[in-house]
């Protein structure tokens, strides 16, 4: 048995001559949050079109709990909830009676609306119609859609889309809390790295329809190589001197940063000094995920 619940393998879409997804194999561990992160028109909403059998892969294959979605459709998709894009709801009816059809199509009990409602927070509204709701109250009832029901698998495409910082902040702490409450292993797809590192304990990073990077937040941390910033003037000379002693420099809103390999930091202090250099900071330093994010990603967040 595998320790996935989400296990791809060379997972490929092509549309006509364009290939949207290019051999994604994901692997998402059980009780994980795993933040799917890419830039807009990646491949994360074609890669959950095809892990919920909306759309059929031009090659690869997908299991999730263990079974072959080609085989075992609606017995995986009876304990996956899914939210793609955006909740769909009807405006005139209430928060309640939206969950009531949702229960009737799933065939559950009727306790599933109130602990759905209770999980986001919704209880309270729960006889307001839909159409006087915010967007981050409908996006909460969009999840509580996905929750009815004895679900296992919880899929979310760009949840937080639209949503004020207060709305952001608040759909995030739901979803940090659903493995614990539900049970439920998340995956949510997302644009926005300081979005996912707030959620997320495992990451996959796509471009251009290409997994990148997949692991944990940890793992991709020590991708970042370790580099020397250094603050002197005049600082397009310092750069010159550096690059005619080897070392290539990085100029980046007016710092140099230059790979830490083998160099000694005091030797170095000391060369730009008795050069006649003015050396203002000089430091051993990481990059954050940021960096490198844009630097996977071709710079584009």
Known sequence: MSEFIIETNNLTKEFNKFTAVKDVSLKVPKGALYGFLGPNGAGKSTTIRMLLDLMKPTKGTVHIFNKDIRNHRMDILRKVGAMVESPSYYENLTAYENLEITRKILQVDKKEIDKALEIVNLSKWRNKRVKNFSLGMKQRLGIAQALIGDRELLILD???NGLDPAGVREIRNLIISLPETMGVTVLISSHILSEIELIADHVGIIRKGSLLFQGTLEELKTKGNREIAIKAKPLKEVENFLRGKGISANNREGTLY???????IEELNK???????G????SECEKNLEEIFLELTGGIE
Do not use: A, F, K, Q
Not at 258 to 264: E, F, G, M, S
Not at 271 to 277: A, I, P
């Open 158 to 160: 760009e949840p937080t």
């Open 258 to 264: 230059i790979p830490r390999r083998n160099i000694d």
């Open 271 to 277: 060369t730009l000094v008795l050069s006649g250099y």
């Open 279 to 282: 050396v203002s900071h000089l």
